[in-house]
């Protein structure tokens, strides 16, 4: 059984950083997708960067230069380091897995399994 488990959340101030990290268990493929995805109160979820297996990366304009994916393979787990916070990205982040590399965009949400989120809070 897929397992992914978010953490790494909290409170910062606008211009902080925050690292996020998602442990993946039960997870072998040799080819895959992963994300990070968030979602604000009163709005839809989002795609905020992607990730492949191929280490092909996918971000959204709107965090392009200030978040980077990145994986760690010995340690199954999938990171965000989250650089020049602001107010708008204060939302519930998820990672998020399938199999395949296909399509693999930080828009493509359709992605099998889904982990129970960590909360971003920015404050201006």
């Known amino acids: 059984r897929v397992q992914l488990v978010e953490s790494g959340g909290g409170s910062v101030q606008s211009g902080g950083s925050l690292r996020l990290s998602c442990v993946a268990s039960?997870?072998?493929?040799?080819?895959?997708?992963m994300g990070w995805f968030r979602q604000a109160p009163g709005k839809e979820r989002e795609g905020v960067a992607a990730l492949d297996s191929d280490g092909n990366t996918s971000y959204a304009d709107s965090v392009k230069g200030r978040f980077t994916i990145s994986q760690d393979n010995a340690k199954n787990t999938l990171y965000l380091q989250m650089n020049s916070l602001k107010p708008e990205d204060t939302a519930m982040y998820y990672c998020a897995a399938r199999k395949g590399a296909q399509f693999c965009r930080y828009y493509n949400q359709y992605l099998n399994y889904w982990g129970q989120g960590t909360q971003v809070t920015v404050s201006s």
């Open positions: 039960g997870y072998t493929y040799s080819s895959y997708c």
